[in-house]
């Protein structure tokens, strides 16, 4: 039982910072990585937003628990292949930033 | 209480925006990836505030654990490749800004804060409560659990569940088809501690998993999380003897990873048959038929875990 | 003998899901028998896919919900199978079978076979539970599965330059993803029901228009345009089709973004319908002209045929952008949307396999010396052809019929007149102007077939390869004939006109 509504005031504040700051790093930031890493915070700015909805009732709505749990399974399967990716690009390419996309004149595709 | 509970709270969101702030803002990697861990175990402290103790638990072994673990190993694997071919660029710094990139920052800012702003007013004008609640409560002696997220996760939301096992998977084999496993050589291990520690923590965590399974059905826990802390035990033992990687025989490993989602599958298919429906159990071995389906996720998500942490498919594969 | 029950499309559907994951999990425990296990597997499905069509057309009250679990909304997930579903279900299984039947012989590498088939057989599966998924939130995990499979697709080429476009794609797909859930997470907040029957009939009850619904429509539509790469969040489309293996970039383009717009357009027929204004139409249409017009000449500049094809693709996305201001003058306009939407994937999806199989055959892609190839591969320069005569929408094409149905949903607001004849007028210029581009840009592409010059077959390239791309082709074509069963079965839509 929450003793007082303070968490469902204060956290989605919280949600919405995390968003916002996640957003804002995933766009600005240039290595990988940290892309990634603000993806992921987005991520959970989400998740803090749904529980802190979720936790509006006497205990906590199941419903949202299991939505975020999922969430967070999904967001760090799709992390994991994303790192698996960038460890790719760098062996292929050198690089750890993806530059401006190139024009028509990118080396063409090797047939496999 | 309250007063204390208040101030506690105001403390760990402070905490986490800080966090996440210097996490997002660092130009060396390594930090950033540490606090981004750090950033982990604050949440999974929030999320016990907010009532939601699986998801504390998941956020903790998934979020903070699994994730920071991939992450760290990635640093390393990009680490190596610069020193193979070096590009100039240092993998663990990104480079700095320039005009241009000052102007695109100041852009994103400002359109991130007004995103945050309309969120913010959203969020202050929702009503006071809603919410499937009472739906699950009504339905929840039907479901052949105690605790109702599992509950949901298992039983009225099965579907969401099994893709969601399906995803796992879908990550392995994308992982797996970019290239086959290169070995980073190892770093000498320091000293006794480290060994030591090593051979402590395996069996416990592999205890703890192993509960966490059991327990989901009627507390906090679940096969995600049981999966997480086992596959936590598997890295750590390939932590361990990193130049002889336990390799699975290729066949058996394979069978083992679309285990949980098979057998979701199977069973899903049998409550179209004998059931309720597609995706439904019948109801006397509701309880059986969910702890069978936890076991066979559980082993399939620590293996894939484990395998994305090792990263290339093995070599086994492509024989 | 079919049963022809009502009792069968729920059987139907379910069948539908479960064969397609049956497929994925068998290609994905068996690697080494992937490609035998995709071949017979697609087959398979597109029957299936077929005979729920068929039963679906023959039905007098076909709309179905499938409560999975036996668990009813709002408790549960729901499976939704309407005349929009069934056609998206129809358009994925023929291009898929398609592509498969051309994929068994473009990779022909036993490492690449094992790694191709799993990841291809997901994507499939996805797809089908996208268009088959009634539930707000299951939709979102539908989308990564979806966007996780096609970027492995894409990267599966190896190069450089497939590895980047992939990361690209994932970047921006993940970002999309967030801010969908996001407005998810609005939605249950504000109504506490993730069911999207049981949220339009909410959103359309609820007397005021909350901010969190206003909010949650922005941030889901923007989203998903990301995933749909429609202008101006498409940047990242034509770098990965330029890059990824053919077969990929024949449903990339055609399925992929489509299952984005579709997605769109479902929630904007049902959850969002009481938002949709004037205002915001404009400004979708607008962008829908500027992508056509800004695609076509940048398929008018390329060098590259698979570059001319990914910005052609870029340029058609605008056309379903125009469905939200034609929909406002003919409420009914969103079917030939679809219809448009059917016949680019075909067309699309032809047009990209025989890009494939010519660049197979001469070892790259350039449009200035693909002239002896051309002009050896007869098959191949006419496929692109017949299918470009779609892009164009020249009759009798299922392309034709699309922009037919499209300027007959304009034309009511150019002949009413008023403050509505203005726009109305414009939307109308625009899809006939769009054709005469497509057309320029298509003739870019066959006309060095019809020159004088070297005849050089290239490498021998499998049979599939050469023949797949005209079955698409064909199928585009004969779209156009069997348009009304089409229209007749999206007439059945839930939330449509």
Known sequence: MIDWPG??????????????????????????????????????GVFMVLLSLAARGQATDPVAQALTLTGIVVAASATAFALALAVRLKRVSGATELDAPAGDDDDPARER | MSAVLFVFDVMLLV??????????????????????????????????????????????????????????????????????????????????????RALLSGVVIALVGALGLLLIRALLAQPGQAGLQPLVDAQMHRSGVDNPVTGVLL????????????????????????????????????????????????????????????????????????????????????LGRPRRLPIAPDQPLRLGLVAGVALFLGVGVHGLLFGPGFMGYVEPWAYWLILAIEVAATLSIALALVALFIGGRPHEEDR | MIPLAATSLPTLTAGVVAGSLLVAVLATAFPRAAHRIGMVGAVLLAGLVAVVA???????????????????????????????????????????????????????????????????????AALNLL??????????????LVGLSAVALV???????????????????????????????LLYGQYGVLDLVELARLVAADPDMPRATLLAAALMTAGLMLKGALLPLHMWLAPAHGAAPAPVSAVLSGLVVAAAFYLILRLWLGVFAPLASSGIDLVLGTLGVAALVWGSLQALRATRLKRVIAYSTVAQLGYLLLAFPLMSITPGAWKGVVFLAVAHALAKGAVFLAAGTLQRAAGHDRLADLGPVLRARGLTAFAIGLAGMSLVGLPPTGGFMAKYLLLDSAL???????????????????????????????????????????RDPGQVVSAWMVWMPMLLALASVFLGVVGVPVMTTLGHTTGGA
């Not at chain 2, 660092?26 to 930090?31: C, G, H």
């Not at chain 2, 673990?69 to 640093?75: G, H, K, N, Q, Y």
């Not at chain 2, 320091?190 to 509960?211: C, K, N």
């Not at chain 3, 109308?428 to 006309?447: C, D, N, Q």
Request: overall charge neutral.
């Open chain 1, 7 to 44: 968490p469902v005031l204060l956290y989605p504040f919280g949600g919405v910072f995390l968003f916002a700051l996640g957003l804002y790093a995933a766009i600005v930031r240039r290595h990988l990585v940290q892309k990634v890493l603000g993806l992921n915070v987005m991520g959970s």
């Open chain 2, 15 to 100: 905490g986490i925006g800080g966090v996440a702030w210097h996490c997002l803002t660092s130009t060396d990697l390594f930090r950033a990836v540490v606090l981004f861990i750090a950033l982990g175990l604050l949440l999974s402290m929030a999320w016990v505030r907010l009532e939601a103790p699986d998801i504390a638990l998941a956020e903790a072994a998934i979020g903070a654990g699994v994730t920071g673990a991939l992450l760290l190993i990635t640093l390393e694997r990009l680490k190596h490749l610069e020193a193979l071919s070096p590009t100039g660029r240092d993998p663990e710094h990104s480079t700095g800004s320039s005009a241009g």
């Open chain 2, 155 to 238: 039983n009225f939301r099965a579907y969401d569940t099994f893709l969601e096992l399906a995803v796992i998977v879908l990550a392995l084999l994308g992982a797996w088809s970019l290239g086959r496993h290169e070995s980073v050589p190892a770093r000498p291990v320091p000293g006794p501690m480290l060994p030591g520690i090593l051979r402590f923590l395996t069996p416990v965590a592999i205890v703890t998993g192993v509960y966490l399974l059991w327990a989901g059905t009627h507390g906090p826990g679940g096969a995600f999380q049981a999966g997480a802390v086992l596959a936590a035990a598997g890295i750590l033992i390939v």
């Open chain 3, 54 to 124: 068929v039963v679906f057309a023959g039905e007098a009250d076909p709309i179905t919900r499938i409560a999975l679990g036996g668990w009813d909304a709002p408790l549960g997930v729901v499976l939704h199978l309407d005349g929009l579903a069934v056609v998206m279900l129809g358009m994925t299984a023929t291009t898929a079978l398609a592509a498969s039947l051309y994929a068994a012989g473009y990779f022909d590498g036993r490492v690449a076979r094992r790694q191709f088939w799993p990841l291809w057989l997901w994507l499939w």
């Open chain 3, 131 to 144: 268009f088959l998924s009634g539930d707000a939130f299951n939709l979102y995990v539908t989308l990564e």
């Open chain 3, 155 to 185: 990267a599966l080429a190896g190069s450089a330059a497939a590895v980047t476009a992939a990361m690209r794609y994932l970047l921006v797909s993940l970002m999309g993803s967030m801010a969908y859930l996001m407005g998810v997470a």
């Open chain 3, 412 to 454: 009511p607001g150019v002949v009413d007149g008023g403050d509505g004849a203005g726009p109305a007028a414009f939307w109308a210029v625009a899809i006939l102007a769009g054709g005469l581009l497509s057309g320029a840009y298509v003739l870019r592409m066959v006309a060095p077939a019809f020159h004088r010059g070297a």
